[in-house]
């Protein structure tokens, strides 16, 4: 009787007998905070300069730094902090930093909960109104005195989904924390962010900014190899596969994120191949998943408000492509609304979520002015109803509207 063989035996001692190309696989991952930042003195010093106040014990002033993905905003923010932290630290100046980035988060709870932990205050995951974990928090600062730094990555999806409230009352906290203070540093792709914001946030909110311009292929070229000199063993890859990595990344707007991310997955596909070296034809296999996997990942991760605003383009780009305005996606988006008993948004932020599934390149958003009868955006979805209906085939809340 033949013996049942396992795939995974023949896969893991594959992997065993391949050359090991990777040798600080943690270099060319997303969260990675390089200690060198080329091509970004600048913005290293522009943040550093509105944040050093803290070291006299006065708060700093809010911050807002802008620019589109992958150009370095978050990992800078991390740098200056870990800096300014360090300094603190050596001159025993009592002070807190946080980081919380909006969209893992989640819900404006666990936003409070993360700022609750970060500081030393315990707080249930779950069972507390959200004004009074508020409450809790601004009393133990007040009460410990502590300076706190709060960095809010895609604080736009905090407005886009929840609206600006937690923000006015973030922003207003250090009237009922004195003496000790909050100061926030917002991130944000979103250029237009700021048009998201009452007048009574923006003022407090965007005291200083600080926008990230793209980098250039030639920049990224330089960024990748001080990469691969850390991530790779020597003469695991070929300065053509960095090159193509910089150059394919660099027309699409200096995405140093996806350059970065392109040259991991490169290696990950040339290690499987069992190559001795890393070069383009790699690059170009990773090319290819990334891009399915970007999408894939984009669709099951959003929030479900934006799930149904999607559902709703495509399903009318799919019924009439003429009923392209926001207007009859809204109608649509309503409809959906009612068939899963989710509670319907404004139409002010269902036109935020339509932006923010435009960055993500799975609608196009156009406006089209009809001069004195006003102007409309014309709402064109990127992706198929195939691929939305493999991507929701395991969301409860969704799936149905997807296979009807």
Known sequence: ???????????????????????????????????????????????????????????????????????????????????????????????????????????????????????????????????????????????????????????????????????????????????????????????????????????????????????????????????????FNNSAFTEAAVNLCAALSGSEHGDARRAVDLLRIAGEVAERDGAQQLDEKHVRVALQKIDQDRISDALKTLPIQAKLVLIAAVTNNTKDQSKASSGSIYEEYSRLCTTTGVEPLTTRRVSGLVTELDTLGLVSATVINYGRYGRTKKITPQISMAILQQAFQSDETVKQLVLN
């Not at 050093?52 to 993905?69: C, E, F, M, Q, R």
């Not at 929840?162 to 792709?189: E, K």
């Not at 250029?191 to 200083?208: D, T, Y």
């Open 1 to 231: 009787m033949a013996q049942n063989h396992d795939p995974l035996d023949s896969i893991f001692q594959k992997a065993l007998a391949s050359p090991k190309l990777f040798h600080n696989h943690d270099a060319l991952r997303s969260d990675y905070v390089p200690e060198h930042l080329p091509f970004r003195a600048q913005q290293i010093t522009s943040i550093g300069e509105v944040l050093a106040p803290l070291l006299h014990s006065s708060k700093p002033s809010n911050l807002l730094i802008y620019g589109k993905t992958g150009t370095g905003k978050t990992a800078v923010t991390k740098y200056v902090m870990n800096k300014l932290g360090q300094t603190c630290l050596s001159k025993h100046i009592p002070a807190r930093f946080v980081y919380c980035n909006i969209r893992n988060a989640g819900t404006e709870y666990r936003v409070l909960a993360e700022l609750a932990t970060s500081i030393g205050l315990p707080i249930p995951f779950t069972g507390l109104a959200v004004s009074e974990v508020l409450q809790r928090v601004q009393n133990f600062m007040k009460s410990n005195s502590l300076h706190t730094i709060l960095v809010l990555d895609e604080i736009d999806h905090l407005v886009k989904s929840f609206g600006d409230n937690l923000l006015y009352d973030l922003t207003n906290s250090s009237t009922n924390i004195n003496p000790g203070f909050l100061s926030l540093v917002g991130i944000s792709n979103d250029l237009q962010f700021k048009e998201e914001l009452g007048a009574r946030v923006l003022s407090r909110l965007s005291e200083e900014e600080t926008v990230f311009p793209p980098y250039s292929a030639v920049e990224l070229k330089t960024i990748l190899q001080e990469r691969a000199k850390f991530a």
